[in-house]
């Protein structure tokens, strides 16, 4: 059977579970776990699948048994949600390298929630021995190439940090178990996730020749990582990528991401379960101008890191049913390119999932810019911006990333900041402002006669706008200029 299916594994409540694997053509295969059963018959290339009905949840350990000309025996086994926590480096970074949320081993221990993982052999540009499915070239066996592991203080260091303060709010909040599919990838562009049929869907998709290897290219991840799980039943995915797709490769990430997660959804054919994503963390010089240019300097053709363009484009996404943005823009640092809070990262991401997939009634979102109107002045020459958001939860507040270092006061936040405006000709100045009900008012001696708005449109922004329940505004504009 593909890695997927082990020991410690956790199947997915409430749904249809398909179960397959791989036997000599012709083979009669029989599964029992709990009180159902079902059996098959391997077709001519030795395929085989079982669908189960339906199983509830529960964190009594089960045993699937399936007999064919052998018998294999599965220990352990736990029903719940299960989610696939996909993406780079930002999302590979590992529970061990996470300052923010260290617990002790005591807390830190959890048996109902559970981590599949490749092993590293997977991800090794040497190892040529694997089809796409998981199974060894030429030969019926299945290679365990991925194992699930119980949440212990020996295994918790080697998970994805934001895959588990994730699992972890699910399981603090309703207490049923937790399977987290761990896929990532270092350096790995969005082009690699995307199947070889998405992308013939997508010509307008470019190739991709800075990632051309094994490891990057086009396709790759979703080869080695995606498919081989595919169909186990999920609840849905959260996603945190797209340091590889800065620069040049940031204008059409609001193409591709769209693509990428209909590709999905097609292939696993559950429909459009939930997929949740991070807008990139904030990163870059902290004393650019009120907004960051698209390229490097004025005139040059080389774009600079873009990531204003990269954030927009995964928020072009939200276009899609099921799916949701947890912000990060606040949570970087200027100097580093993975930061290391993933606490809030997780959080974030979970309230999503609780308000949307459990029910919660909770706020899972900052402020999201809903529109603007311009306020003439009494003189003609000075006339002012007011901005209308959504999802102001208790109101809207002056608030501070909780990445700045402990002892810093959130008092000592005392000015509107983040906002630029600009006039017919498009020249960017910081604005003045102020918070009013659910609206906020913008000003700047520098532009008299303001048409445009952006907000955190730096690579590392320094917005101080959140609502009361300490989520972050989100990056926008209102402008529809586009990089030459």
Same mark, same amino acid.
């Given at each position: 059977?593909?890695?997927?299916?082990?020991?410690?594994?956790?199947?997915?409540?409430?749904?249809?579970?398909?179960?397959?694997?791989?036997?000599?053509?012709?083979?009669?295969?029989?599964?029992?776990?709990?009180?159902?059963?079902?059996?098959?018959?391997?077709?001519?290339?030795?395929?085989?699948?079982?669908?189960? &009905?339906?199983?509830?949840?529960?964190?009594?350990?089960?045993?699937?048994?399936?007999?064919?000309?052998?018998?294999?025996?599965?220990?352990?086994?736990?029903?719940?949600?299960?989610?696939?926590?996909?993406?780079?480096?930002?999302?590979?970074?590992?529970?061990?390298?996470?300052?923010?949320?260290?617990?002790?081993?005591?807390?830190?221990?959890?048996?109902?929630?559970?981590?599949?993982?490749?092993?590293?052999?997977?991800?090794?540009?040497?190892?040529?021995?694997?089809?796409?499915?998981?199974?060894?070239?030429?030969?019926?066996?299945?290679?365990?190439?991925?194992?699930?592991?119980?949440?212990?203080?020996?295994?918790?260091?080697?998970?994805?940090?934001?895959?588990?303060?994730?699992?972890?709010?699910?399981?603090?909040?309703?207490?049923?178990?937790?399977?987290?599919?761990?896929?990532?990838?270092?350096?790995?562009?969005?082009?690699?996730?995307?199947?070889?049929?998405?992308?013939?869907?997508?010509?307008?998709?470019?190739?991709?020749?800075?990632?051309?290897?094994?490891?990057?290219?086009?396709?790759?991840?979703?080869?080695?990582?995606?498919?081989?799980?595919?169909?186990?039943?999920?609840?849905?995915?959260?996603?945190?990528?797209?340091?590889?797709?800065?620069?040049?490769?940031?204008?059409?990430?609001?193409?591709?991401?769209?693509?990428?997660? &209909?590709?999905?959804?097609?292939?696993?054919?559950?429909?459009?379960?939930?997929?949740?994503?991070?807008?990139?963390?904030?990163?870059?010089?902290?004393?650019?101008?009120?907004?960051?240019?698209?390229?490097?300097?004025?005139?040059?053709?080389?774009?600079?890191?873009?990531?204003?363009?990269?954030?927009?484009?995964?928020?072009?996404?939200?276009?899609?049913?099921?799916?949701?943005?947890?912000?990060?823009?606040?949570?970087?640092?200027?100097?580093?390119?993975?930061?290391?809070?993933?606490?809030?990262?997780?959080? &974030?991401?979970?309230?999503?999932?609780?308000?949307?997939?459990?029910?919660?009634?909770?706020?899972?979102?900052?402020?999201?810019?809903?529109?603007?109107?311009?306020?003439?002045?009494?003189?003609?020459?000075?006339?002012?911006?007011?901005?209308?958001?959504?999802?102001?939860?208790?109101?809207?507040?002056?608030?501070?990333?909780?990445?700045?270092?402990?002892?810093?006061?959130?008092?000592?936040?005392?000015?509107?900041?983040?906002?630029?405006?600009?006039?017919?000709?498009?020249?960017?100045?910081?604005?003045?402002?102020?918070?009013?009900?659910?609206?906020?008012?913008?000003?700047?001696?520098?532009?008299?006669?303001?048409?445009?708005?952006?907000?955190?449109?730096?690579?590392?922004?320094?917005?101080?706008?959140?609502?009361?329940?300490?989520?972050?505004?989100?990056?926008?504009?209102?402008?529809?200029?586009?990089?030459?």
């Amino acid at each position: 059977m593909p890695p997927i299916f082990g020991d410690h594994m956790v199947l997915q409540q409430g749904v249809t579970l398909p179960v397959w694997g791989a036997a000599s053509p012709g083979e009669h295969v029989s599964l029992s776990i709990a009180s159902l059963s079902s059996e098959t018959v391997a077709d001519a290339s030795g395929k085989w699948r079982i669908t189960l &009905r339906p199983l509830p949840s529960s964190s009594e350990p089960l045993v699937i048994v399936i007999n064919g000309n052998n018998r294999l025996e599965l220990h352990d086994v736990i029903v719940g949600d299960v989610w696939v926590c996909a993406g780079e480096a930002n999302m590979a970074s590992l529970l061990s390298d996470a300052p923010v949320g260290k617990e002790s081993d005591e807390k830190i221990a959890d048996e109902n929630l559970r981590f599949f993982q490749y092993e590293n052999s997977l991800h090794s540009s040497s190892d040529n021995s694997l089809s796409r499915d998981g199974y060894l070239v030429g030969n019926e066996a299945c290679p365990r190439k991925g194992r699930w592991v119980v949440c212990s203080p020996d295994t918790a260091p080697a998970f994805s940090a934001v895959g588990y303060f994730f699992a972890r709010d699910l399981r603090t909040s309703h207490h049923l178990p937790i399977g987290m599919i761990q896929c990532t990838r270092k350096h790995s562009p969005i082009v690699s996730w995307i199947s070889p049929s998405g992308l013939t869907k997508s010509p307008s998709i470019p190739p991709s020749p800075d990632h051309d290897d094994r490891n990057s290219g086009q396709s790759s991840c979703f080869e080695r990582l995606i498919h081989p799980l595919i169909p186990y039943a999920i609840t849905g995915i959260i996603w945190y990528q797209g340091e590889s797709d800065e620069g040049s490769d940031a204008p059409q990430y609001r193409r591709i991401l769209p693509r990428m997660i &209909r590709d999905w959804r097609e292939r696993w054919g559950e429909g459009p379960f939930p997929f949740y994503f991070v807008s990139q963390a904030g990163f870059g010089d902290e004393e650019v101008s009120a907004v960051e240019s698209y390229h490097t300097q004025p005139g040059n053709p080389v774009p600079g890191r873009a990531l204003p363009w990269l954030r927009e484009g995964s928020a072009c996404a939200l276009f899609l049913p099921f799916t949701g943005m947890a912000q990060a823009s606040d949570l970087g640092l200027a100097d580093e390119r993975i930061p290391p809070n993933k606490l809030d990262v997780g959080r &974030r991401l979970a309230l999503l999932a609780r308000h949307r997939v459990y029910g919660e009634e909770i706020m899972d979102s900052g402020p999201r810019y809903r529109g603007m109107k311009l306020e003439r002045g009494k003189d003609r020459d000075n006339d002012k911006v007011r901005v209308d958001f959504d999802s102001v939860g208790g109101g809207l507040v002056l608030g501070v990333s909780p990445s700045k270092s402990e002892g810093f006061s959130p008092s000592l936040v005392t000015a509107l900041k983040g906002f630029a405006l600009a006039g017919s000709n498009r020249k960017w100045f910081p604005a003045q402002g102020r918070i009013e009900r659910e609206t906020v008012l913008l000003w700047s001696d520098a532009v008299p006669h303001p048409v445009a708005v952006r907000y955190g449109w730096r690579g590392f922004p320094n917005g101080t706008l959140y609502n009361k329940e300490g989520l972050p505004a989100a990056p926008f504009r209102t402008d529809m200029d586009q990089p030459e």
